[in-house]
């Protein structure tokens, strides 16, 4: 069998482990196999195919793969303005129902409804803000 398509195996077998690895190292390997491929098909020998797959393995584990885990690697989004109300907890101002209510959220007072319009939620009580819909706060007791 001709080196070059061991060489194509190989590169197959470590991209399909790279699949069910996700670590970026065994696909720059297969990527590494398929480049020697390309060397064995033009001649070069077995000794020297070998040396080409160290240096690229090398070159794509040391430079490549760095570089590519930033970027897989990106911190969560952070959430702005109204959307970071979502989960915060509320201190209910004016007992909040189905339909109405008044909710203090870090110092200033919304409306309020509550997320499951059977429930009624007295003074006093503790929710978390759920959802937000225009200026009112859809919330729910903790438990």
């Known amino acids: 069998m001709d080196e070059w398509i061991i060489w194509i195996i190989l590169a197959v077998v470590l991209g399909v482990a790279e699949i069910f690895t996700l670590t970026a190292s ?4 297969g990527v590494a196999a398929l480049l020697t491929a390309a060397t064995a098909a033009i001649g070069l020998p077995v000794p020297l195919q070998l040396i080409f797959f160290a240096v ?3 070159a794509g584990l040391l430079v490549l793969r760095p570089i590519a885990m930033r970027h897989i690697r990106q911190p969560p989004l952070q959430r702005f303005g109204v959307e970071a109300l979502v989960g915060k907890p509320a201190y209910v101002v004016a007992e909040v129902t189905g339909r109405d209510g008044r909710v203090r959220i870090g110092g200033e007072e919304w409306s309020a409804r509550a997320y499951d319009e059977t429930l009624v939620i007295p003074t006093g009580a503790t929710v978390d803000i759920i ?13």
Do not use: M
Not at 26 to 29: A, K
């Open 26 to 29: 065994l696909g720059l390997l």
């Open 56 to 58: 690229s393995s090398a």
């Open 131 to 143: 959802e937000i819909e225009g200026a009112t706060a859809l919330v729910y007791p903790r438990e």
